[in-house]
T-cell receptor, first 111, second 114 residues
Framework: QKEVEQDPGPLSVPEGAIVSLNCTYS??????FMWYRQYSRKGPELLMY????GNKEDGRFTAQVDKSSKYISLFIRDSQPSDSATYLC???????????FGKGTHLIIQP | DSGVTQTPKHLITATGQRVTLRCSPR?????VYWYQQSLDQGLQFLIQ???????AKGNILERFSAQQFPDLHSELNLSSLELGDSALYFC?????????????FGQGTRLTVV
């Protein structure tokens, strides 16, 4: 079992829909959770950063962490075609081990 | 623009050769991380440097090495290249050595080994 599991998609939804992206993980030491957006042939761009469990909102984006279930989510409201990209979850225990990434979900927002 | 600069953007080289990838971190950031991204493995952490010293190692091959210079730029050296080393190599930086903080990525170097 991989440390971080993420459905690769593609996930295709119409413009304006609410998008839900998820990751599960197995390492209970993870305490720091991030979501990155990566456009084709570009570097990952940090979207959200959350410590421990709970919710965090930033504009149209909401990140949720449920440590008891080892499950994290990213919600995108009022999705736009410009949101079409690959979304990567990443997490860390805070120790000297770098960030552990999911493989990414390819999201397509249809105009 | 994340503020992290990587050069070159593209590199094509032959098997057995050696290449050097360069990274300039965001202004003020002391930590530099190197990641490899391939289709089958995703983003894999290679190595981290903090203020000139190696801080953490991930899945970095012995044929690969890195260093961080006094001006905080970093270089990743890849030697005895194999076809399987073809990938996107990303550099990321963060303000301190705490791996739990968010990291900001450069645009990557696409390495093709032929």
């Amino acid at each position: 079992q991989k440390e971080v599991e993420q459905d690769p998609g593609p996930l295709s939804v119409p413009e304006g829909a609410i998008v839900s992206l998820n990751c599960t993980y197995s390492n209970s030491a993870f305490q720091y959770f991030m979501w990155y957006r990566q456009y084709s042939r570009k570097g990952p761009e940090l979207l959200m950063y959350t410590y421990s469990s709970g919710n965090k909102e930033d504009g149209r984006f909401t990140a949720q962490v449920d440590k008891s279930s080892k499950y994290i989510s990213l919600f995108i409201r009022d999705s736009q075609p410009s949101d079409s990209a690959t979304y990567l979850c990443a997490m860390s225990s805070g120790g000297a081990d770098g960030l552990t990434f999911g493989k990414g979900t390819h999201l397509i927002i249809q105009p | 623009d994340s503020g992290v600069t990587q050069t070159p953007k593209h590199l094509i080289t032959a098997t057995g050769q050696r290449v050097t990838l360069r990274c300039s971190p965001r202004s003020g950031d002391l930590s530099v991380y190197w990641y490899q991204q391939s289709l089958d493995q995703g983003l894999q952490f290679l190595i981290q440097y903090y203020n000139g010293e190696e801080r953490a190692k991930g899945n970095i091959l012995e044929r690969f090495s890195a260093q961080q210079f006094p001006d905080l730029h970093s270089e990743l050296n890849l030697s005895s290249l194999e076809l399987g080393d073809s990938a996107l190599y990303f550099c990321a930086s963060s303000p301190d050595g705490t791996l739990s903080t968010e990291a900001f990525f450069g645009q990557g170097t696409r390495l093709t080994v032929v």
